[in-house]
């Protein structure tokens, strides 16, 4: 057990860099923007080359590390993550920065999914999973409303250049003892190269997407923008299947997807990447703008909600994972996010800073943490172990996905002036929304499945006797 424990906070300490990552950077965007004399649409390519780049090659780091081993891809993953934050940090343009930022979100996509399969692969009990995914989600919520927390602190007092840097010490730790502690596994026995072409056609789809839906907040201005890219993403996703279908060792095996634990997993984990990205974005343009609060001191207010999110790790997901059914953890999880919702819609329609503390630490403390767990476990409870790396990586790109089209559909409902209005928050709402019923409706299919079945066994025994 020791041994498994040493592995899981290993893996868990670099999906914390990630998530870190991901919401370090919001508080210190105002910064960078001056540092660099840039416009707001500009500034914004920070946080979207990373997202896109994180989310559009998951799928391929998720392959390599089922083909070359999970060790291998974790700590090669770490490395270049470790590089690359430090060109970050020390970048002289922003030309220069964004091309770090973007291999950041490659070096990401290589670690994720090899995190995720070195647990999957070392805890083999469902129970003892579902204790292991409550610890990882933890280091994800810390990494994420931490950095929000870090963010605005690290800015104001040490420079934007550190929201980077403070990877750097972390990540050397994680590779000193990944090389010395963590297991070769077993990789694939085929050993064949990843098919790196259906990779670059997927993340060009998705890069074009989301670009498709930030155009959609000037339709008529971008008509012709948007129809054109429409044709090309028909013409790449139509190329991708059929490579996909024709291809001896594909770079996704689709009949992953008549997995329904796994199909659920995906769209749960869309909907919540397009629900989470989006409030990490409107709670510290919030604080700022509508309850003018310094970036020093929004971060210190965020604090407590990362502390509460490792509690709800520690505490409440391993209690109620062996006592309800994960789906249940999944919906307990979403209802958290839809409360929290119309908590901020209130914060913002009396601007009540309380009602806005409350409200995230519904999302930030409660809601992400169970909300992935559950997903996590949901998704890969009828994967095989020979797809973990792959089946891991699905779920996490449309994660990502959901916040690439989320985000900008979020920007379209913003009004023009400083302060954030109740609209963008009432899209968050529908997000939750839509998430909510769809986990009630699959919960209910999924009973109706098990008594169909728990009834014809039934059926066949009073035959034989």
Not at 202 to 228: F, H, R, S
Not at 309 to 337: D, E, H, K, N, Q
């Amino acid at each position: 057990m020791q041994k498994k424990n040493i592995i899981l906070i290993i893996a868990s300490m670099g999906i914390l860099v990630e998530a870190l990552d991901i919401a370090i950077i919001n508080l210190a965007l105002p910064s960078i923007q001056q540092e660099f004399s840039l416009s707001g649409a500009g500034v914004q390519w920070l946080q979207s080359l990373y997202i896109l780049f994180y989310g559009g090659f998951l799928i391929i780091g998720g392959k390599l590390a089922d083909v070359y081993g999970s060790k291998k891809m974790f700590l090669l993953g770490s490395g270049l993550f470790l590089f690359t934050s430090l060109g970050a940090g020390l970048s002289p343009t922003y030309e220069s920065l964004l091309v770090f930022r973007a291999t950041q979100g490659l070096a990401a996509a290589m670690v994720m999914p090899a995190a995720f399969s070195l647990i999957s692969h070392t805890f083999t009990d469902l129970t003892e999973r579902g204790r292991a995914m409550g610890v990882f989600s933890s280091f994800a919520a810390i990494g994420s409303g931490g950095g929000l927390s870090l963010g605005g602190i690290i800015t104001s007092y040490c420079g934007w250049q550190w929201v980077f840097i403070i990877n750097v010490p972390i990540l050397a730790i994680v590779l000193l003892f990944g090389y010395a502690l963590l297991d070769t596994d077993s990789p694939s026995r085929t050993r064949q190269q990843p098919d790196l072409l259906s990779g670059v056609l997927l993340v060009a789809g998705l890069i074009m997407v989301t670009v498709c839906t930030q155009l959609m907040a000037a339709p008529v201005d971008n008509k012709w923008y948007i129809a054109a890219l429409m044709v090309v993403i028909v013409l790449f996703a139509t190329t991708l299947l059929a490579r996909l279908s024709k291809k001896d060792n594909p770079l996704i095996d689709l009949s992953l997807f008549r997995i329904p634990s796994l199909v659920a997993g995906n769209v749960s984990f869309l909907l919540l990447g397009a629900f989470f990205t989006g409030y990490l974005f409107i709670i510290s343009m919030v604080l700022q703008y509508n309850m003018h609060i310094t970036a020093a001191k929004a971060g210190l207010m965020l604090v407590p909600f990362s502390l509460l999110s490792v509690l709800v790790a520690r505490f409440v997901a391993p209690y109620i994972m062996p006592r309800i059914p994960v789906i249940a953890t999944a919906i307990v999880g979403m209802g958290c996010m839809l409360i929290g919702s119309a908590l901020l819609i209130t914060a913002i329609s009396f601007t009540s800073l309380p009602q806005l503390l409350c409200g995230a630490a519904a999302i930030a403390g409660f809601g992400i943490t169970l909300c992935f767990t559950g997903f996590s476990v949901m998704s890969m409870q009828q994967v095989p172990a020979m797809h973990y790396g792959v089946g891991s990586s699905l779920t996490s790109t449309s994660f990502f996905f959901g916040g690439g089209i989320g985000l900008p559909l979020l920007t379209i409902f913003m009004k023009s002036g400083a302060n954030i209005g109740v609209a963008p928050i009432i899209v968050l709402a529908a997000f939750a929304s839509v998430a909510l019923i769809f986990l009630v409706v699959y919960r209910l299919k999924a009973n109706q499945i098990a008594v169909s079945t728990i009834e014809a066994i039934e059926s066949r025994i009073t035959a034989v006797i």
